[in-house]
């Protein structure tokens, strides 16, 4: 049950090493995050238009293994790993082919991601439509 | 004769005014650039080690219209507008659909794009393989 | 009467190139100008909260003359060049040391901004006490 | 035997939900990081060119506390944790000031810094003249 999201690396993404710089996967993650909501039907603005909450990522774990370069097509997984109250963990990869085509893993992390008011900027429980979506 | 590509707006692209931050409109150009020279079969990674030259942007000209927002689909346009000995121009846009389904602009642009030595970083003769495959 | 703010080169703003990714320049430019309206009395957080309106980049026009690279100390400057009702104009550089400790000239561009209120996202009158207060 | 940077904080850094994009505090870290380098006589550009090696970041864990706002004036800390051959632990926390005047974190991380060697992108040994400075 793996969602996965195809990402280009464009100049932007790199820095004077060659490679992507590492802060970027960080981009790439949330991108394929908001990707695997949307194929859930919660599409973020929506949602605080809605509900008046907004995920917050409140914590991030990731080791980086190997570089990415520009012009490479990378893929980028999501996970679904436990959920909270008001938080939930998402695992997640990006993933690039090797020259044997099998799927190398550049970079992977651990992402919580907290449900606040988005008024207050404070804690809130995870409404039940989202949980029931995701799950 | 345009060429377009489709581009999402994602946090990473928006400031605290609520609206995709108007330097990240060049990152949107590029990107669609790339993808425009990668159609007629040109990839930067690989004209750089074959021929040891690369593009780099020399000027740009930027009008901001309207505010693109979180989730926005966007289509970005790149037009081949005019080519010297050692730089080109090209004219792009962003779009977005309006409510009445037609094409609004949301920024337009005109990029000069040189062509330099990878290694001086001095500008030199666009190659003409890269030439014909733009005409 | 010009206002010059240090910037320093960082990873962060470097490309495979191996040198700042022109797009940053904006964020270069972007900087100065908050640092010179601070100077003036001016905080872009608290017009917002006082008057209700706020500055946005409605044009840009940058050249890139010489590519700066990581580590890199550069200046940047602001000069006020002139203002409309709901707009004003500002002419901006970014520059370096030569190794004869005259200034190089790296990019310089003219920022066009205007004034719009925060909520309709509309053009309104600069208010008096920035037009005062800038010149 | 804390190092400190200061960082400010400009709309290239803040997001749509009004706060800085957490990313960015990765790019807050790699500042103070570079600085702390620097302050021990430490440039990263002539390293590469004098020893043939660079840091990459390999491992990052942060956590976010309370969200950073648009003209907000930070400090970011910088504490040396551990080395082993070809990596070493930094501890790091962004802080504000509160109306009480004391420091809160905003945000706190654990970033690991690995040595590699910079053509072949391989892990090598910490040279010890690097080791020495930053002991």
């Known amino acids: 049950m793996t969602f996965q999201f195809p990402i280009r690396v464009y100049w932007e993404d790199t820095d004077a090493g060659g490679i992507v710089f590492y802060a970027n996967y960080l981009k790439f993650f949330e991108r394929a995050r908001t990707e695997w909501l949307r194929s859930k039907g919660l599409e973020q603005r929506m949602l605080k238009e809605t509900t008046g909450g907004m995920f917050v990522v409140s914590e991030t774990r990731v080791k980086y293994h190997r570089p990415a370069r520009l012009d490479d ?61 995701l799950k």
């Open 73 to 133: 097509a990378l893929l980028v997984s999501v996970n679904f790993a436990q959920s909270g109250r008001s938080s939930l963990w998402v695992e997640q990869q990006a993933l690039a082919m090797s020259e044997k085509n099998t799927q190398l893993v550049l970079c992977e992390g651990s992402i919580r991601i907290g449900w606040v008011d988005a008024t207050l900027m404070k804690p809130a429980r995870i409404p039940e439509i989202i949980l029931k979506a």
